[in-house]
């Protein structure tokens, strides 16, 4: 019997070895991170402590919650998150708040192999069949909420006679986006634009090593209580040390004005590749008449 009744058993992978699960009594640090790109740095927003055995997803709306009562001078643009928060319920939430969901998709038991894909009508990132190909995505129409999904004439053989080939983009389907929509989103999951934002859910990983380093590793505290305050703190000196770094990088600029010539946040030195990816989130949607890929 623990001494902490408070706590859960959680699952986490093995340090030893990646590939399997262990079981350990523990809490849970549910951590929201903003992610600003023109900084090119992640900032901890929101904190909520739980037993150990608890569902992440469970908690999703309950984070967005935090964020409106401390932040809500802010704009989200994206939720990124993994599958665990690859549900209905999560989907609607991020939308009624203006926001689009950017969440990895859960399979869970859905059989998908070809012939049962073909069947349902859709692959497993949700793009559409015609004449048994995938269709491609070809934009997004922000006031009708629809994706449009073209088949580029790629007939396979056998269906050279094909009425859609006379069109220059071949077959086009409109496939609404609703509220509760797991599959279909505004930013189709395998496009190059959703592999671009989605990488930047790595800035949560790099977040929860800040706070492992900052005292969350081996915490020395017992209740539930307890450990909600030393998480506090420990995010609080988190976003003190990444406003640090932010400092001294801006004071970097301002003694080497040869090599930084102008003082503002796009010249400074913070992960550049990210800053070059700025179009994939605030380019507009517009339907193309031939994709780029």
């Not at 990646?18 to 900084?39: Q, T």
Request: net charge negative.
């Amino acid at each position: 019997m623990p001494y902490d009744l408070e706590g859960g058993v959680g699952h986490r992978r093995s340090k030893e070895n990646p590939n399997k699960v262990e079981a350990l009594y523990s809490y849970k640090v549910h951590s929201g991170v903003s992610f600003e790109v023109k900084l090119g740095m992640e900032f901890p927003v929101v904190l909520l402590v739980t037993p150990g055995q608890v569902y992440d997803g469970h908690f999703f709306e309950v984070l967005l919650e935090q964020i409106e009562r401390y932040h809500g001078q802010v704009k989200t643009v994206f939720h990124i998150a993994d599958g665990h928060y690859d549900d209905f319920k999560n989907y609607i939430a991020a939308r009624r708040r203006g926001a689009r969901p950017i969440f990895h998709y859960n399979k869970r038991n859905e059989k998908t192999d070809q012939e049962r894909l073909e069947e349902r009508g859709y692959n497993e990132v949700g793009w559409p069949y015609a004449c048994g190909i995938v269709m491609h995505p070809n934009g997004y129409d922000e006031d009708d909420k629809r994706l449009k999904f073209i088949c580029r004439k790629e007939c396979p053989e056998g269906h050279e006679d094909c009425p859609f080939r006379a069109n220059a983009i071949g077959c086009v389907k409109n496939v609404p986006v609703t509220e509760d929509s797991r599959l279909v989103l505004e930013i189709p999951r395998g496009t190059r634009r959703y592999k671009i934002i989605f990488a930047l859910r790595s800035s949560v990983e790099r977040n929860n090593d800040y706070f492992a380093d900052n005292g969350l590793s081996r915490p020395k505290y017992h209740g539930l209580h307890n450990m909600q305050l030393n998480a506090f703190l420990t995010g609080i000196a988190t976003l003190l040390r990444k406003l640090y770094d932010l400092i001294e990088e801006a004071s970097q600029q301002e003694a080497e004005p040869e090599q930084y010539p102008t003082l503002d946040l796009w010249n400074l030195p913070l992960e550049k590749a990210i800053r070059k990816r700025w179009k994939h989130f605030h380019e507009e949607d517009e339907l193309l008449a031939f994709p780029d890929g």
